[in-house]
């Protein structure tokens, strides 16, 4: 078994671990605190839902309860293409491509995920979402479907994190989690805390390899 400090494959969330999806959807609310209350229940309706039902409805369900017009998540689909990554993510990508086998694990449609991913100027060896593996994260089979396509077992891929709700589910698998907490959430009591946790993705390489704790 190759040495578990020396990973061959890395996963990632895309969505908020990747992309500042963050900034959409508060646009497509018409304020930060109108399109964090849209999330959270959006998230709370993907994570209870567990077998996969159509992100768009999930999304257009949230924004119906949160008491946003239509006109949102119109806006958030006819602007996806237009989402941008997270500082220091090309480069960290540009960094591994070389090294690992990279892939991604996302929340969403394959229409929505595959122009996601495209955000990004990077040749994926896999992109899986929650419609292709027919349930959300953090039931453990969208990542699993990841790993079998990426062709390396658990213990020799570590999993990026965006959302700390990622971490139930990765813990299931038994893939190493580097949480990149970006925006500054809380982790819930039932999610395992992270082998490291930052608010960039500088330390994740220097991890990876050792050089860091």
Request: hydrophobic share 45%; net charge negative.
């Amino acid at each position: 078994m190759a040495d578990p400090a020396f990973p061959r494959a890395v996963l990632f969330d895309l969505l908020t671990a990747l992309i500042d999806s963050w900034t959409l959807w508060n646009a497509a609310a018409g304020s930060e605190s109108a399109g964090r209350a849209w999330r959270a229940e959006y998230l709370r309706l993907t994570y209870g839902c567990g077998a996969y039902v159509a992100y768009e409805t999930l999304v257009r369900d949230a924004a119906r309860a949160t008491g946003l017009s239509a006109a949102a998540p119109d806006f958030l689909e006819a602007h996806w293409s237009e989402l941008a990554p997270w500082s220091g993510a090309q480069e960290t990508l540009d960094a591994l491509a070389p090294r690992y086998k990279l892939g991604v694990v996302t929340n969403c449609s394959a229409r929505l995920g595959a122009l996601a991913a495209q955000r990004l100027s990077t040749c994926w060896d896999c992109v899986v979402t929650a419609e292709e593996a027919g349930f959300y994260k953090p039931d453990p089979r969208p990542y699993r479907l990841a790993l079998e396509r990426i062709g390396v077992p658990a213990q020799e891929t570590v999993f990026v994190a965006g959302s700390a709700f990622d971490l139930v589910g990765t813990a299931a698998v038994g893939l190493r989690t580097y949480w990149h907490n970006r925006v500054g959430l809380a982790r819930p009591a039932e999610a395992p805390p992270p082998a490291l946790e930052s608010a960039t993705l500088d330390r994740l390489i220097p991890w990876m390899e050792g050089r860091t704790s």
